[in-house]
C-alpha cells in the first residue's frame, strides 16, 4: 500500500497545484492541511485523506477583487470554488495515481467545506467533510487575510514534507490494523454504516 502512496509532496509541486493553490492563500493550505492531521488524530479518521483534503480544499478559489480591494460581497454571493476545487483536486489526484476511492472521499470533502457555496445547505457532513470544515475553520487569519497571506515556497514544501513523515508513520499503524478509514469507505455517515 505505502510503496503506491501519493504524497503531498507530489500534490504540492505539481503545476496544476503551483498554479491554483496561491489563489487561495499557500500558507492557509499548508496550515490546514497541518490542522487536519491534528484533528483526524484527535477524531480517529483517516489522516491521508483528511490531510489531501486540507492541503487542496482552496484549490478551486479564484480572485475576487475589485479596483485592487477584495471584494468579499460578490465572493460571498457569486463563489463556486468548492465545486471548482472538487472537480480539480479530483482530477489531480486520479492523474497522481490516488486509489480511485480515496480521491472521491477527498473530492466531496473538499465539496463541502465551506458554507460559502449554496450546495452546502442543508447537508448532513460525514465526519470526514466535518474535519475539514473546521480545519479550514480553525486558521486563526478570516477572510482576505488568510488567502492573501504569503508563504515562500520552500518553506511550504519543508511543512508539507514534515507532514508526509508524520502522515506515512500512521499509515504504517493504520495498514497493520487493516484501517477500514483508507479502504474505500471512509466519507460515509453514520447512517450509510448501519446499512
Given at each position: 500500500?505505502?510503496?503506491?502512496?501519493v504524497?503531498?509532496?507530489?500534490?504540492?509541486?505539481?503545476?496544476?497545484?503551483?498554479k491554483?493553490?496561491?489563489?487561495?492563500?499557500?500558507?492557509?493550505?499548508?496550515?490546514?492541511?497541518?490542522?487536519?492531521?491534528?484533528l483526524?488524530?484527535?477524531?480517529?479518521?483517516?489522516?491521508?485523506?483528511?490531510?489531501?483534503?486540507?492541503?487542496?480544499?482552496?484549490i478551486?478559489?479564484?480572485t475576487?477583487?475589485?479596483?485592487?480591494?477584495?471584494?468579499?460581497?460578490?465572493?460571498?454571493?457569486?463563489?463556486?470554488?468548492?465545486?471548482k476545487?472538487?472537480?480539480?483536486a479530483h482530477?489531480?489526484l486520479?492523474?497522481?495515481?490516488?486509489?480511485?476511492s480515496?480521491?472521491?472521499?477527498?473530492?466531496?470533502?473538499?465539496?463541502?467545506?465551506?458554507?460559502?457555496?449554496p450546495?452546502?445547505?442543508?447537508?448532513?457532513?460525514?465526519p470526514?467533510?466535518?474535519?475539514?470544515?473546521?480545519?479550514?475553520?480553525?486558521?486563526?487569519?478570516?477572510?482576505?487575510?488568510?488567502?492573501?497571506?504569503?508563504?515562500?515556497?520552500?518553506?511550504?514544501?519543508?511543512?508539507?514534507?514534515?507532514?508526509?513523515?508524520?502522515?506515512?508513520?500512521?499509515?504504517?499503524?493504520?495498514?497493520?490494523?487493516?484501517?477500514?478509514?483508507?479502504?474505500?469507505?471512509?466519507?460515509?455517515?453514520d447512517?450509510e454504516?448501519?446499512?
Amino acid at each position: 500500500m505505502l510503496t503506491e502512496h501519493v504524497t503531498l509532496e507530489t500534490l504540492i509541486t505539481d503545476s496544476v497545484a503551483k498554479k491554483h493553490l496561491p489563489q487561495g492563500g499557500l500558507r492557509h493550505a499548508v496550515i490546514t492541511a497541518e490542522n487536519a492531521f491534528e484533528l483526524a488524530n484527535e477524531r480517529q479518521l483517516c489522516v491521508d485523506i483528511a490531510t489531501k483534503a486540507g492541503l487542496l480544499h482552496d484549490i478551486g478559489h479564484t480572485t475576487w477583487e475589485h479596483q485592487g480591494e477584495w471584494d468579499y460581497e460578490s465572493y460571498n454571493y457569486y463563489d463556486i470554488h468548492t465545486i471548482k476545487g472538487a472537480e480539480r483536486a479530483h482530477e489531480l489526484l486520479i492523474f497522481k495515481g490516488e486509489d480511485l476511492s480515496k480521491a472521491r472521499t477527498v473530492a466531496l470533502a473538499i465539496l463541502f467545506h465551506s458554507d460559502s457555496s449554496p450546495i452546502s445547505e442543508n447537508v448532513e457532513l460525514t465526519p470526514l467533510q466535518q474535519l475539514v470544515f473546521d480545519a479550514d475553520d480553525m486558521d486563526e487569519l478570516k477572510d482576505k487575510e488568510r488567502h492573501n497571506l504569503e508563504i515562500d515556497f520552500a518553506e511550504a514544501l519543508e511543512r508539507v514534507r514534515r507532514l508526509d513523515m508524520l502522515v506515512y508513520q500512521s499509515l504504517q499503524n493504520c495498514s497493520a490494523l487493516q484501517c477500514k478509514d483508507c479502504n474505500g469507505r471512509v466519507g460515509e455517515t453514520d447512517a450509510e454504516k448501519r446499512d
